[in-house]
Nanobody, 119 residues
Framework: QVQVAESGGGLVQAGESLRLSCAVS????????TGWFRHAPGKSREWIAS????????RYADSAKGRFTISVDDAKNTVYLQMNNLKAEDTAVFYC????????????WGQGTLVTVSS
């Protein structure tokens, strides 16, 4: 089993930055893929970016390129999402999830952390 726990959400002003953290524990390996998703009100859940716990295989959604950066501290098994120049439309519940490198399905999800961007 794998456990995933997000933290770092909150209320920020438009234009500010925020860094989310995702602690991944349990039966993981350096090839375990961890992804960030968001679910905004009235919209479908959206994949933002993903990375392996070993730091490779970094990928971004087109909508995330330029303002969002995913990274990992492999010593802590913690994945970060740095979000810059936040906009009101970034308001959402952000989720972290993990999957095996051999699977396309994210099997392990956190509870989510709310990010509210005030304009």
């Amino acid at each position: 089993q794998v456990q995933v726990a997000e933290s770092g959400g909150g209320l920020v002003q438009a234009g500010e930055s925020l860094r989310l953290s995702c602690a991944v524990s349990g039966q993981t390996s350096r090839s375990t893929i961890t992804g960030w998703f968001r679910h905004a009100p009235g919209k479908s859940r959206e994949w933002i970016a993903s990375i392996s716990l070993g730091g490779g295989d970094t990928r971004y959604a087109d909508s995330a390129k330029g303002r969002f950066t995913i990274s990992v501290d492999d010593a802590k098994n913690t994945v970060y999402l740095q979000m810059n120049n936040l906009k009101a439309e970034d308001t959402a519940v952000f989720y972290c999830a993990a999957r095996s490198v051999y699977s396309r399905v994210y099997d392990y999800w956190g509870q989510g952390t709310l990010v509210t961007v005030s304009s």
